[in-house]
Antibody, heavy 119, light 107 residues
């Protein structure tokens, strides 16, 4: 069975950074992309970034360029999303998902990690 | 960035109804259009990819069509478990933007 298991909820102060992990099981991490999406409470889905865990290539939404970094550790089948210079507007549920390379769709999703930014 | 516009933003329907949700892209995206269903407190679930391909395990009452800029998601006969929010997403070019969502509610 394929699973993506994310790290637990985080509470951060404005200006701090947060690093969320996403551990893949049931498939080979390097065979699919990893996508990061966020959702503020009551709002829609917002695409942040993608990574090809095989090559290490990444792509970021312009809105988050310079603030978000996607990395991976293939030996433990885990991808990471780090968001820096946090502000209150970054309070949201952050999801990782498996990205299918041909279609660009995301067929398996993590359970989400709630990041709260509050002073 | 490619803008995705869904309509309607909300919809009330009854069990057994046929429902159609539309999605329009700000430029041609060929058939790189995906549909997701999301229930409260849950991660999105992939329903349709490349505009019309049904994801494994998704009931056949869901179907998708379209190409270029205009797309539709149709639910042929609504079931109680289908009341949720639906999102389209383009995967033609990054960032893979989503529509604003369509909330499907029970009438």
């Amino acid at each position: 069975q394929i699973h993506l298991v994310q790290s637990g909820a985080e509470v951060k102060k404005p200006g701090a950074s947060v690093k969320v992990s996403c551990k893949a099981s049931g498939y080979t991490l390097t065979s699919y992309d990893i996508i990061w999406v966020r959702q503020a409470t009551g709002q829609g889905l917002e695409w942040l970034a993608w990574m090809n865990p095989n090559s290490g290539n990444t792509g970021y939404a312009q809105k988050f360029q310079g603030r978000v970094t996607i990395t991976r550790n293939t030996s433990i089948s885990t991808a990471y999303m780090e968001l820096s210079s946090l502000r209150s507007e970054d309070t949201a549920m952050y999801y990782c998902a498996r990205g299918e390379r041909y279609s660009g769709s995301s067929d398996y999703w993590g359970q989400g990690t709630l990041v709260t930014v509050s002073s | 960035d490619i803008q995705m516009t869904q309509s309607p933003s909300s919809l009330s329907a009854s069990v057994g109804d046929r429902v159609t949700i539309t999605c329009r892209a700000s430029q041609s995206i060929s058939n790189y259009l995906n549909w997701y269903q999301q229930k409260p407190g849950k991660a999105p679930k992939l329903l349709i990819y490349t505009a019309s391909s049904l994801q494994s395990g998704v009931p056949s009452r869901f179907s998708g069509s379209g190409s270029g800029t205009d797309f539709t998601l149709t639910i042929s006969s609504l079931q109680p478990e289908d009341f949720a929010t639906y999102y389209c997403q383009q995967s033609y070019s990054t960032p893979y933007t989503f529509g604003q969502g369509t909330k499907l509610e029970i009438k």
